[in-house]
C-alpha cells in the first residue's frame, strides 16, 4: 500500500506540490464534463499527470456522490427510461480506462448525497463537518427518487452490476463503489440507504462476485454506521481485506459514531488509525491510501495545508510499517 490523494488539482502547481511532498499516486479526473470523455481524453489526461512523476491510478466514473438531482445519469439510479443507454455510457468509459492505462475507477450509488448538519469546532478552532440526528430534519420531505423501498434500491443496483461488472472483468478495470455516507435511519428522505451498513456492504460485494468488484474503502464512513468504532472496525477491515475487496481506502477518522460523529484529523478521532493500517497490511492491501475529508483551518491555503499534514500523517505510519518499527 503507498500513500494517493484525491484532491482537485486546482493548476498545475498542485501537481508538483503532490511530487514535492511524496504523493507520487492519484486518482483525478480529466477536465470537462464526465459525460463526454473520450479515450483521447484520457491518454491525455494520464500524460499529463505522467509528466509530473505522478502515476494515475484512479478516475471517478459519473456517478457522483452528490444527491440524484444533480447526477450526470440519474436514470441508472431511477430506472428511468434512458437507464440502459446511460449505463452502455458507462461501461464505454470503462473500456476507454483499460485502453488508456488507467487501472480503477470509483463511484457512488447515491441518492440524497451526504446528509450533514451544521458545522462543528474542532482542534485549535477549525470548523469540521457533522452530523447530529437530533438536529436533522427527521422528516424532510423525498426527493427526486421518491420513496424508494429497499428491496427497489437493491433490484435497481443489481441491474447496474449485471451489465458493468462483466465489462469491469473482461477490461481487468477495478471497480470501487463507495459507502453510503453516512448511515441513515431506514425511510430518511423516502430512501433505505443499502450501502449504509456493514451488513449492506457485505451484501454488496458478494452481488456478481467478481476480482474487479469492491468497495472504495472508507474508514470514516463505515465508523459512522457502528455504535462503537473503535472496537469494531478492525474486524470489518479484515472482513473485506481478506476478501481483496478494498480497492481504494480513504482514510478519514470522526470522532462518535452511527447518527452523532464528527469528522477529525485522523490522528485525533476514536479510531486507533496506526492500528488499522497496521491491519490492512496483515491483509494484504496493495492500493492507495488517502486522506478524504478534512476540518476547515484557518490560513491562505487551508485545504493545502490540512491535506498536507494528512500526507505526512500517512506517509510515516506506512514507512514505519515499512520498517517494522510499529
Known sequence: MYLGT????????????????GVKNISADPPGDPASWTLEDLER?????????????????????QPIEKASYPDILLA????????????????NCAKAGIPAA????????????????????SLNEAFRWEKADQQAAPGLAGTLSEDENWERIDYFLERVVPVAE???????????DPYTPPGYKGVTRVLGTVEGLKKFVMMRESPYHGLNFCQGSIGEMLDNPHEEI?????????????FNLHFRNISGGKLSFM??????????????????????????????HVPR??????????????????????????ARHL
Not at 473482461?170 to 453510503?180: F, G, Q
Not at 490540512?306 to 510515516?316: D, K, L, P, R
Open 6 to 21: 484525491q484532491v482537485t488539482v486546482r493548476d498545475d502547481d498542485d501537481y508538483k506540490v503532490f511530487a514535492q511532498l
Open 45 to 65: 489526461h494520464r500524460d499529463k499527470v505522467e509528466s509530473f512523476g505522478i502515476v494515475l491510478d484512479m478516475i471517478q466514473l459519473p456517478l457522483p456522490s
Open 80 to 95: 428511468g427510461p434512458d437507464r440502459d443507454r446511460q449505463i452502455d455510457a458507462v461501461c464505454r468509459l470503462i473500456e
Open 106 to 125: 470509483k463511484y457512488n450509488l447515491n441518492l440524497i448525497g451526504i446528509p450533514r448538519t451544521e458545522l462543528e469546532l474542532g482542534r485549535g478552532g
Open 170 to 180: 473482461s477490461n481487468r478495470v477495478r471497480l470501487a463503489c463507495h459507502p453510503h
Open 234 to 246: 478492525d474486524d470489518i477491515i479484515r472482513w473485506f481485506g481478506t476478501r481483496g475487496k478494498i
Open 263 to 292: 469528522e477529525t484529523f485522523p490522528d485525533e478521532g476514536d479510531m486507533d488509525m496506526i492500528r488499522s493500517l497496521k491491519i490492512y497490511q496483515e491483509v494484504g492491501y496493495k492500493y492507495m491510501v488517502m486522506p478524504d
Open 297 to 322: 483551518i484557518s490560513g491562505r491555503d487551508p485545504t493545502g495545508v490540512a491535506f498536507a499534514y494528512c500526507y505526512g500523517y500517512i506517509a510515516a505510519i506506512l514507512e514505519a510499517l515499512e
